[in-house]
């Protein structure tokens, strides 16, 4: 149970440091390559609503993270018409939506590092995205293994290793004092990992077989 704790505290370390970044915002941000303008230029963000249609267990958990909306909208085409939803069925499914959004993003970030027009200001970060977006990907089984034998301290570990990840890619950018050329993209990433921490360390109890 130490354990548990120790990770839930690095993790929201992590997570404090991921949301204070001006990267987190990059959706509203400029094109690639620039440095990033100032929150005065930025347009107001909005917030989104939970869609109505909503299985009420799915909304019930999707509440309880960072990012309701991004949980509900990734993780519900995982779950299938019949799914039993419970935080672990939630977190199984958003950790597919994590897989195949980490595979999306690899390609872009590889196909964009490999183009000769790329500067190469921007192919040093970008190529720390992409170390972290395979590893994130090798890191799913691992996460799916700690699911099934039930063990809370393996599953918290591998989730927040998958926090390291997204948060060096930020890191790299934010050293460059540019932008990610897949801002929305990396953002929902980003999200969609943070929401997989909220549910695997605060809601899945194994003891109570939920």
Do not use: W
């Not at 939506?97 to 999306?104: L, P, W």
């Not at 690899?106 to 200001?121: N, Y």
């Not at 992409?130 to 039930?150: T, V």
């Amino acid at each position: 149970m130490e354990m548990k704790h120790l990770t839930l505290l690095l993790s929201l370390f992590s997570f404090s440091a991921y949301t204070a970044s001006p990267l987190v915002a990059l959706a509203s941000s400029p094109s690639y390559g620039q440095s990033p303008s100032s929150s005065e230029d930025q347009p107001p963000q909005t917030v989104s609503k939970i869609p109505s249609n909503v299985n009420p267990k799915l909304k019930k958990i999707c509440q309880e993270v960072n990012h309701p909306t991004e949980c509900v909208t990734t993780a519900r085409p995982f779950l299938g018409e019949t799914a039993d939803i419970s935080p672990v069925t939630v977190l199984q499914a958003e950790i597919e939506a994590i897989d195949s959004k980490a595979k999306e993003a690899l390609a872009k970030a590889t196909k964009l590092a490999a183009d000769p027009t790329t500067s190469k200001t921007i192919t040093f970060p970008l190529n720390i995205c992409i170390h972290g977006y395979k590893a994130i990907l090798k890191n799913k089984q691992a996460i799916l293994d700690a699911i099934s034998k039930r063990d809370a301290d393996e599953l918290n570990m591998e989730l927040s290793s998958n926090v390291d990840h997204i948060s060096q890619c930020e890191d790299a950018f934010e050293e460059a004092k540019i932008n990610s050329p897949i801002p929305e993209l990396h953002s929902l990433l980003g999200k969609m990992i943070f929401n997989s921490i909220n549910i695997g360390v605060d809601m899945v109890d194994f003891e109570n077989k939920n």
